[in-house]
């Protein structure tokens, strides 16, 4: 199994940046992905960026721009760095791993909260 750790929230002004951290331990040669989503309360879901073990990344188009997705193999840690923000980006920001034989993990969440 694995086991996802985020880090890097807290509150911040308009315009500034923030860099979120997800730190993987346990099964870490299973995963073949890793992804970051955000969910505010009372709305669905919403991915954001992916990075594959090929180290290919992808970004919704929401935040294509801003934010860019990023790992450091030897920490077993993937980034999400957010520039830019805005007080729409106020949510909880998860990352999940996806393994090789099709099993999912997710992390606590980490609170981002931008002020205006």
């Known amino acids: 199994q694995v086991h996802l750790v985020e880090s890097g929230g807290g509150l911040v002004q308009a315009g500034g940046s923030l860099r979120l951290s997800c730190a993987a331990s346990g099964g870490v040669f299973s995963i073949s992905a890793i992804e970051w989503y955000r969910q505010a309360p009372g709305k669905q879901r919403e991915w954001l960026a992916r990075?594959?073990?090929?180290?290919?990344?992808s970004n919704a188009d929401s935040v294509k721009g801003r934010f860019a997705i990023s790992r450091d193999n030897a920490k077993n840690t993937v980034y999400l760095q957010m520039n830019s923000l805005k007080p729409e980006d106020t949510s909880v920001y998860y990352c999940?791993?996806?393994?090789?034989?099709?099993?999912?993990?997710w992390g606590q969440g980490t609170q981002v909260t931008v002020s205006s």
């Open positions: 999940a791993a996806r393994g090789d034989y099709g099993d999912e993990y």
């Open positions: 990075i594959t073990s090929d180290d290919i990344t």
